[in-house]
């Protein structure tokens, strides 16, 4: 970055927080300066009028927005608040121009700084400080720095046991190679690799996990000679050689939830040798339409609450739109039974040896299927498997139905429409994944079909139904599949249901017809 210059702002008011008896530092105008002095990047606060000032180094300077002309700056030297003032501007333009100059002198702060160690982190932005909230990064690694969810994930026998049996069955592709796992957690892949003879594993984990991974490490204490824990984000530490492998958990649900995806791409691109092997290899996304009356009347029925017209003398019926709209907004994740599934799946490949992290921040999946039976279709049914290509084995592990429950389940896009197909009718679509910046994304899924009916060509009527749902939000109904009774006797035609308690007997019939004909 070229050298930059002196920059300076009148503020309107300045309050010190550390001298709260004083509501500003002086009826004067004081004046904001970034500057550079003695190779020291600094923030200073002066009165116009006078000597008098103090500096922020910007080093260890932080800068809080409180609203459109107010910001909190505080510097926290040693990791402790040495001072804090509250600084208010006239205008907007003043106030974006200094945040902006704020971060770009910022990032030189910590440019002039010392180079940094093999094994350490930068404090500078990251990318991924850059793309992922605050507040989410923070959830997340306090979720995944407690043991409770780590032994959620390792009592997952599915899980562990496939990423152990992948490793053990491809010892050739550790023995006496340097291996990275990518977010750590406790360690336990790390200890996979050098048991499969690893020379040498850097286990990276950014949140608090780190710490009791190196505790269980050096417990087993044949292994922990050969394993590094290095603390910190997979875009920012800097390790002292290139990667033979890299091992990792990496998977969401719908493959893509919590982003860390990307970040195991970064890590590719970053530390893995080139013919460097990844473990996972490739991903694929699965989908498939859906028939469940059962849900679709629970989904719906959630709602009901907002009709009430006299609850407490309020009329509650003004959110009833609303309240519907976001109980379908929510994706479903549990375990179903395949027998739901009205079409042969398709699936999505994501290779991670190939995939840019660019191309996760969108992905489009054109949909195509063909009914195998007559009846409403309620949704999109997703999961996913991942390939664990090894030298020796090919290992697949996948959460599809009908397959051992693993903690992902599946995952269900419960149309508020649903639309209605006949058997070999042909049923097309799009899933639209965007990511976002609380580590998940936005689902846009569309389903269509042209109707048959007295009348109507082949190529006729088009129905069409779209929604739009937060991966972030789930509906963790997580139920283990229901065993649907086989129809004895061909019920009567399929209607439009009014959701009401008494039609679960005509959705009991319906179910029973949808399954008999699978």
């Not at 290139?242 to 982003?259: F, H, W, Y």
């Not at 609450?305 to 929510?330: E, K, R």
Request: charged share 20%.
């Amino acid at each position: 970055m070229d050298k930059l210059k002196q920059k300076e702002f009148t503020l309107a008011s300045l309050t010190d927080l550390t001298s709260p008896s004083s509501s500003s530092l002086s009826s004067s105008p004081v004046v904001a300066t970034f500057s550079c002095v003695n190779e020291v990047t600094e923030l200073r606060f002066q009165e116009s009028e006078s000597a008098d000032g103090f500096s922020f180094d910007l080093s260890s300077t932080q800068l809080f927005k409180l609203g459109p002309l107010q910001f909190v700056c505080v510097s926290d030297k040693d990791n402790s608040l040495s001072r804090g003032v509250v600084i208010m501007f006239r205008d907007d333009k003043e106030s974006k121009d200094f945040s902006d100059s704020f971060g770009e002198w910022t990032k030189d702060a910590v440019k002039k700084g010392s180079g940094l160690p093999n094994g350490t982190v930068s404090d500078s932005t990251s990318k991924f400080d850059n793309k992922i909230e605050a507040a989410s990064a923070k959830m997340y690694f306090h979720y995944y720095g407690q043991l409770l969810h780590q032994q959620n994930m390792l009592q997952d026998y599915v899980r562990t046991g496939t990423y152990h049996a992948a490793v053990m069955e491809n010892r050739s592709d550790f023995s006496g190679r340097v291996v990275v796992d990518v977010g750590a957690g406790s360690g336990i892949l790390s200890m996979f690799a050098a048991l499969a003879g690893a020379k040498h594993v850097y286990a990276v984990e950014a949140s608090e996990m780190a710490d009791y991974a190196r505790k269980l490490i050096a417990g087993n204490p044949l292994l922990a000679e050969r394993i590094t824990v290095i603390k910190g984000k997979i875009e920012d530490v800097e390790l002292p050689e290139k990667a033979d492998v890299l091992i990792s958990e990496p998977m969401g649900t719908l493959l893509v939830n919590e982003r860390m995806l990307e970040t195991y791409v970064i890590a590719r691109d970053r530390f893995l040798s080139p013919n460097g092997k990844m473990f996972p290899t490739v991903g694929r996304i699965h989908m498939a339409p859906f028939a469940d009356e059962f849900l679709f009347i629970e989904m719906a029925n959630k709602a009901l609450f907002w009709q009430q017209q006299n609850y407490y003398g309020v009329d509650l019926t003004p959110l009833y739109g609303s309240a519907h709209q976001g109980y379908f907004s929510q994706p479903v994740v549990d375990a179903f039974d395949p027998r739901l599934l009205i079409a042969p799946s398709m699936f999505h490949v994501i290779d991670f040896t190939k995939m840019k992290e660019e191309q996760f921040y969108e992905i489009d999946v054109p949909l195509k299927f063909t009914a195998s039976v007559c009846t409403r279709v309620h949704g999109l049914a997703c999961w996913f498997d991942v390939l664990f290509d090894g030298s020796t084995v090919q290992r697949w592990f996948t959460t599809a139905p009908g397959a051992p429950t693993t903690h992902w389940y599946q995952i269900r896009c419960v149309l508020s429409q649903p639309i209605h197909v006949m058997a070999g009718q042909e049923i097309t679509g799009r899933l639209h994944l965007v990511a976002h910046s609380a580590q998940s994304c936005t689902i846009n899924l569309t389903l269509s079909a042209k109707m048959w009916r007295p009348g109507a060509s082949q190529g006729g009527i088009l129905q069409t139904s779209s929604c739009k749902l937060d991966l972030k939000e789930p509906y963790y109904r997580m139920s283990q599949p229901q065993v649907y009774p086989v129809a004895q006797e061909p019920p009567a035609q399929p209607q439009d249901l009014q959701i009401q308690s008494e039609d679960l007997e005509e959705v009991e019939l319906l179910q029973q017809n949808a399954n008999a004909q699978l």
